[in-house]
């Protein structure tokens, strides 16, 4: 379904807003995009524009997120926030860091949601 529709590889700054209508994405792919050096602030942003443009039933697939082991459990939480459903949910430490940060991918479902 995704490659009947095409797929549109989109390079912006994390600051503003996707160029899409509200549930009209099939999938976001990540790819170190969001890293630990991310604002709280921003990252809310982020989620909630991702959450905007991914249609239900979507799938938002981040890969290789990373971010201080002091910051983890905060960041994880904006991800949960979403309620969406987990395919894969991974948490490891990055070795290369004197294990003071870690690593994060999921696959995550947008669950079917009334209109308001």
Request: aromatic share 16%; net charge neutral.
């Amino acid at each position: 379904m995704i490659a009947l529709r095409g797929l549109v590889p989109l390079y912006l700054t994390i600051n503003q807003r996707l160029p899409f209508f509200d549930n009209t994405l099939d999938l976001i792919h990540t790819t170190r995009f969001l890293d630990g050096w991310i604002d709280f602030w921003l990252l809310d942003f982020i989620l909630y524009d991702w959450d905007r443009v991914l249609r239900p039933g979507g799938l938002l697939w981040i890969d290789s997120f990373f971010c201080l082991k002091e910051d983890c459990m905060i960041t994880l939480q904006a991800f949960k926030m979403l309620r969406y459903k987990q395919h894969k949910w991974v948490v490891v430490p990055k070795l290369d860091k004197d294990d003071q940060e870690m690593f994060f991918s999921a696959g995550l479902e947008k669950p079917p949601r009334p209109f308001r």
